[in-house]
Nanobody, 124 residues
């Protein structure tokens, strides 16, 4: 069982930056690949990016590539999402998820545990 808690969301102007954090409970955090997803009102949850269990591999959606960076600190049981050059279309609730599958998975159904989400609003 893994419990995830996201933080760091907020209101930011277009072009600005935010760093989201996802803190995990449990002693097996370092064995899970972690993903970030987002969901805007009326839309399905979409893949943002993911990172392998050891942190050596990262994967990003084309829409955020070059602007967002995922990292993790297994000693702190935390995964991060650094977001820069934010656009109004990045506005959504951002969720982190943990999976026993490889980090390449972009499908929400492949993730076994989820946080409660944190709201990111980008104003134009």
């Amino acid at each position: 069982q893994v419990q995830l808690v996201e933080s760091g969301g907020g209101l930011v102007q277009a072009g600005g930056s935010l760093r989201l954090s996802c803190a995990a409970s449990g002693r097996t955090f370092s064995t899970y690949a972690m993903g970030w997803f987002r969901q805007a009102p009326g839309k399905e949850r979409e893949f943002v990016g993911s990172i392998s269990a050891a942190g050596g591999s990262t994967y990003y959606a084309d829409s955020v590539k070059g602007r967002f960076t995922i990292s993790r600190d297994n000693a702190k049981n935390t995964v991060y999402l650094e977001m820069s050059a934010l656009k109004p279309e990045d506005t959504a609730v951002y969720y982190c998820g943990a999976t026993i599958y490889p980090a390449r998975s972009e499908t929400p159904g492949d993730y076994h545990w989820w946080g409660q989400g944190t709201q990111v609003t980008v104003s134009s």
